[in-house]
């Protein structure tokens, strides 16, 4: 049985997750969704968002964290968050620069 709030494998009469200690429903006739359980926090990919257009250097490491995850909906926020943050010190270089 998987646990619907982290994805961990526990045993099929387990009452409790061992990974993380929600209550486990009995599942059986309900699919596992493995990406909806591993989604990345809404947290970082807002303060990714933010670092990448006002700090470049934090934006691009947040952006590489969500992007060594096996999430796609990590590597979407991950590349663009990347791609942001890029854009966001070329400016900052060439305005600096002026």
């Known amino acids: 049985m998987f646990c619907p709030s982290c994805g961990t494998e526990n045993l099929e ?3 409790f997750c061992q990974n993380c200690g929600k209550i486990l429903n ?3 006739n ?3 969704n493995y990406y909806d359980a591993k989604k ?6 807002i303060l990714g968002y933010i670092l990448s ?9 947040i952006g590489l964290y969500l992007l060594s995850k096996d999430n796609p ?3 979407f ?5 990347f791609i942001i943050a890029i854009i966001s010190m070329i400016l900052g270089l060439i ?3 002026l």
């Open 13 to 15: 009469n387990a009452q």
């Open 95 to 97: 305005l600096t620069m």
């Open 73 to 75: 909906n990590s590597k």
């Open 30 to 32: 309900q699919p596992f």
């Open 53 to 61: 257009i006002l700090g470049g250097f934090f934006g691009i490491l």
């Open 26 to 28: 009995n599942t059986e």
């Open 40 to 45: 990345p926090s809404i947290l970082i990919v």
């Open 77 to 81: 926020h991950g590349r663009n968050i």
